[in-house]
Nanobody
């Protein structure tokens, strides 16, 4: 069982930066690939980024490449999403998720993830 708690969301102007954190419980955190997803009002939840258990492999959706960086600290049982050059279209609730035992596979599909946090709101003003 893994519990995930996101933090770091807020209101920022376009072009600004935010750093999201996702604190996990459980001693098997390093066995999980981690992902970030987001959901804007009236839209489906979409994949943002994923990172494998060791932190060596990462995967991003095209719209955030070069602007967002996913990372993890297994000692602190935390995964991060550094978001730079934010745009109004990045406004959404951001969720972190954990996929157990995926090896080095990185999944953009939400159904591949076993545990989810409650989400943190990110609002980018123009």
């Amino acid at each position: 069982q893994v519990q995930l708690v996101e933090s770091g969301g807020g209101l920022v102007q376009a072009g600004g930066s935010l750093r999201l954190s996702c604190a996990a419980s459980g001693r098997t955190f390093s066995s999980y690939a981690m992902g970030w997803f987001r959901q804007a009002p009236g839209k489906e939840r979409e994949f943002v980024a994923a990172i494998n258990w060791s932190g060596v492999l990462t995967y991003y959706t095209d719209s955030v490449k070069g602007r967002f960086t996913i990372s993890r600290d297994n000692a602190k049982i935390t995964v991060f999403l550094q978001m730079n050059s934010l745009k109004p279209e990045d406004t959404a609730v951001y969720y972190c998720a954990a996929a157990y035992g995926s090896g080095n596979a990185l999944w953009p599909e939400a159904r591949k993830y076993d545990y989810w946090g409650q989400g943190t709101q990110v609002t980018v003003s123009s």
